[in-house]
């Protein structure tokens, strides 16, 4: 199982950034995706959640109307939309996928975010 994030970044407050994290390595499309992050000093927390066919989706409170996960099943590739980030968005964000009837947890590298002016 292989996660390999992209995108990231610095960016000014009230600024857009696409993460991407293509996966590799077990059937896509029958699994949840997550998207979480780890700001410094704290623990990680699920930012995101869309389901295998990506008819639902979950969200934090604090990212609700600001952060949009997606995915493409035909490219193996799950996505987290920020827009509107503000500084408390800066973390490290990583992907994770479950498998095995959630007893395993896989992890993309993590991609830094850092939202400042």
């Known amino acids: 199982v292989q996660l390999v994030q992209s995108g990231g970044g610095l960016v000014q407050p009230g600024g857009s950034l696409r993460l991407s994290c293509a996966a590799s390595?077990?059937?896509?499309?029958?699994?949840?995706m997550s998207w979480y992050r780890q700001a410094p000093g704290k623990e990680r927390e699920l930012v995101a959640i869309i389901t295998s066919s990506g008819g639902s989706t979950n969200y934090e409170d604090s990212v609700k109307g600001r952060f949009t996960i997606s995915r493409d099943n035909a490219k193996n590739t799950v996505y987290l939309q920020m827009n509107s980030l503000k500084p408390e968005d800066t973390a490290v964000y990583y992907c994770?996928?479950?498998?095995?009837?959630?007893?395993?947890?896989?992890w993309g590298q993590g991609t830094q975010v850092t939202v400042s002016s």
């Open positions: 390595g077990f059937t896509f499309n029958r699994y949840d």
């Open positions: 994770n996928v479950r498998l095995n009837y959630g007893r395993d947890d896989y």
